[in-house]
């Protein structure tokens, strides 16, 4: 084992992964000699083959809501119990395999730049080709090397910098890398998009349904974490929340209310100012040389998630004025 990686830990999250946790966790055992595995309330076996290989198992009290913030959170704690003096703590999804080399990667350049508090690298989509709704996936992980935004739940961070925020949210149910690496950059940390191979990841979306939940999870999101920091400097995911509700509410709603009045002809307007959106789309993904195929999917899928992401939205405003606990929407 390369001594640097003695230098980190390995917290995996998962909830009914199943056979995808398997690869998961033989990757980080590869790579790490600490590897805490949190499970959130699984019922396929997964603590069960966890302690099998070794790793250190933390079962989450279903008395509380489950999210992967809270496990992120436990997995860190448990980590500081057991080696107190882990500088860096890889995270991963139960759904993905860490890449080999990645670790040491991470490590050296943690090390070179001391204003990182969170580096990530390149995810994948394992297959890609089984379904559209995974290629989108593939699509969505692509972006360019140096500093971002947000790292994703796939990330190493340098445990000084987690402890400094405190941690994730534990109630930011979706989008929770977001709020957490926007506190971290409050505190002058710098995150870091890596340009190597980090992850390769299953989605497993193989329907519809499964999309349009993802999808509803996503607008739950930006609703949840714009209300949290949507009035900072950089008003997060404001825009977001604002094409949702335009694209997603207010053209359709004005659209058939003035469809009587209109003959029709507002419907059509409408139908062509989604196409014009769609061709927008689809042209920014042309410049940046994808395939066409792929510029097609992800120009439709995207006019159409604004959807189901309205749903998801509406949901935490409905949620947070019942004054209700923000539970998980799961889509696998």
């Known amino acids: 084992m390369n001594p640097g990686f003695s230098e980190v830990a390995i917290v995996a999250i998962g909830r009914n992964e199943g056979e995808r946790l398997k690869p998961c966790l033989r990757a980080a055992l590869r790579d790490g000699p600490i590897v805490i595995y949190v499970d959130s309330g699984s019922a396929d076996g997964s603590a069960e083959y966890a302690r099998s290989l070794g790793c250190r198992v933390v079962e989450l009290d279903a008395s509380r809501p489950f999210s992967a ?4 959170n436990e997995g860190f704690a448990c980590v500081m119990e057991q080696a107190p003096d882990t500088p860096f703590v890889q995270f991963v999804d139960g759904d993905c395999e860490l ?7 991470a490590v ?10 969170v580096g990530c690298g390149r995810v994948r989509e394992m297959y890609p080709e089984t379904s559209v709704y995974n290629r989108i996936c593939d699509l969505e992980w692509r972006q ?8 994703g739940g796939r990330f190493m961070a340098r445990a000084r910098a987690f402890r400094e925020v405190g941690g994730f949210r534990p109630d930011v149910i979706a989008a929770e890398d977001d709020e957490f690496c926007i506190r971290v950059r409050r505190q002058g940390w710098k995150i870091l998009m890596i340009d190597v191979p980090m992850a390769s990841h299953d989605a497993a979306i ?25 009035g900072g400097d950089e008003r997060y995911f404001i825009r977001d929340r604002r094409r949702i509700l335009i694209w997603g509410l207010a053209l359709p709603f004005a659209a058939l209310a003035a469809a009587p009045f209109t003959h029709g002809i507002s419907l059509l307007a409408l139908l062509c100012l989604y196409g014009l959106q769609f061709a927008h789309i689809v042209l920014g993904c042309r410049k940046r040389e994808w395939a066409s195929r792929d510029a097609w999917a992800y120009g439709f899928f995207t006019v ?7 749903q998801g939205l509406l949901e935490y405003y409905w949620r947070r004025m019942r004054r209700r606990p923000m539970t998980i929407i799961e889509y696998k």
């Open 206 to 230: 193989a329907s519809f349904r499964q999309w349009w939940r993802r999808n509803r999870r996503a607008g739950h999101a930006y609703a949840q974490v714009a209300a949290l920091h949507g």
């Open 69 to 72: 913030a809270r496990a992120r």
């Open 108 to 117: 050296n350049t943690l090390k070179e730049k001391s204003h990182a508090g």
């Open 304 to 310: 159409i998630s604004r959807f189901p992401a309205l």
């Open 144 to 151: 360019p090397a140096g500093e971002v935004r947000t790292s």
């Open 99 to 105: 890449e080999e080399g990645w670790i040491e990667q």
